[in-house]
């Protein structure tokens, strides 16, 4: 089975920073999708960033940006310029399907606090 | 669209009671799921399914039951409530993935507690 590892239960970043949150899987598949989801204090979960395995590069939203490496199965989240909106959890998330057709295996998820 | 919607919000029980957690979305998906959030243990899937009539078991389908009658609707029934069950449980709806990957929809929440 498919595991996902954020090793960082809290990070701390000052405003307009960079700050960058760690996240590991593990899997047999060599095609599958990752995620970050962003849920702040609503508890609403809003997907961040997605990356499917296949494509080799990073993909990037605006001030959010991934770096994938297939071969260490490591999916890091770097967010530039933090601002204070940007407060929240994180949670890196695994799908085989990525049509949602075998749901999402989640990390425990990286409370991102923004010092003003 | 109203997008994915939880009925209630928040719901307290005692041991042993039984109740219905309802999900709807009105985005004609075909793929529904539904995940309980507890502290320190992120999101873990509960059961999904992959349209009417289709239901599997996730990682932690013990204690729920699902079915899906209609494309919209996607209830999540506690037979028997216990104290293990205090969480906050999420329903998510997305398309088929066609060439793409296609995203996930989650729904508010559900906040239960079970005394």
């Known amino acids: 089975a498919q595991t996902v590892t954020q090793s960082q239960p809290e990070m701390s970043v000052q405003e307009a920073e960079t700050v960058t949150l760690s996240c590991t899987y593990d899997t047999s598949e060599s095609d599958y999708y990752l995620f970050w989801y962003k849920q702040p204090p609503s508890r609403q979960m809003i997907l961040v960033i997605r990356?499917?395995?296949?494509?080799?590069q990073n993909a990037t939203e605006n001030r959010f940006s991934v770096n994938f490496q297939k071969a260490a199965k490591s999916f890091s989240l770097k967010i530039s310029d933090s601002q204070l909106g940007d407060a929240a959890m994180y949670f890196c998330a695994y799908s085989y399907s990525g049509g949602g057709a075998d749901g999402l295996t989640f990390g425990k998820g990286t409370h991102l606090i923004i010092q003003p | 669209n109203a997008g994915v919607t939880q009925t209630p919000k928040f719901q307290v029980l005692k041991t042993g009671q039984s109740m219905t957690l309802q999900c709807a979305q009105d985005?004609?998906?075909?793929?529904m799921s539904w995940y309980r959030q507890d502290p320190g243990m992120g999101l873990r899937l509960i059961h999904y399914s992959v349209g009417a009539g289709i239901t599997d078991q996730g990682e932690v389908p013990n204690g729920y039951n699902v079915s899906r009658s209609t494309t919209e609707d996607f209830p999540l029934r506690l037979l028997s409530a216990a104290p293990s069950q205090t969480s906050v449980y999420f329903c998510?709806?997305?398309?088929?993935?066609?060439?793409?990957?296609?995203?996930?929809?989650f729904g508010p929440g559900t906040r239960l507690t079970v005394l």
């Open positions: 998510a709806s997305s398309p088929p993935g066609l060439v793409g990957v296609s995203e996930q929809f």
């Open positions: 990356q499917e395995a296949y494509k080799q």
């Open positions: 985005m004609n998906h075909e793929y």
